[in-house]
């Protein structure tokens, strides 16, 4: 067993793939059997995502955890009191600002996007 680390803002760039002589990077010269992105799943949409896991890994597992699906719940929930907002409002502003920025938080279409790259789910 090999563990390798590498920075996949390189692996995803067309350009890193090949060096200026054309010579495939040693970073991608041997398959990758797992790929590990913690907190990263919800950052690009679906199909970017899986085009990227394809064109990282094609035949690896990709393990994905940590993937904020767009819903917050604190227990027990607070209803706020006076300058205190209730938990719903924070929840929602939070919420607003993730979209806002470009999170995803469709899961379905997550799933669409990998049954169209002929991915299989194997845990959710």
């Known amino acids: ?3 390798r680390r590498v920075d ?3 692996l995803a760039s ?5 060096g200026a002589d054309g010579t495939l990077n040693p970073a991608l010269a041997r398959p990758y059997d797992l790929l590990v992105a913690s907190a990263f799943a919800d950052l690009m949409s679906p199909q ?9 890994a ?6 994905l955890p940590i993937t904020f699906c767009g819903r917050t719940e604190l227990v ?4 706020g009191a006076a300058a205190v907002p209730s938990d719903a ?8 600002h993730l979209r806002a920025q470009g999170q995803h938080f469709d899961l379905p279409a997550l799933f669409d996007a990998c049954d ?4 299989a789910r194997l845990a959710v």
């Open 116 to 119: 169209d790259a002929g991915a």
């Open 48 to 56: 970017a995502l899986l085009s990227t896991l394809v064109r990282l």
């Open 58 to 63: 094609p035949a690896a597992v990709a393990y």
């Open 89 to 96: 409002r924070v929840s929602a502003a939070y919420h607003d």
């Open 14 to 18: 067309a350009r890193a793939a090949r």
């Open 8 to 10: 996949v803002r390189a």
């Open 1 to 3: 067993l090999e563990l």
């Open 76 to 79: 027990p929930p607070s209803a």
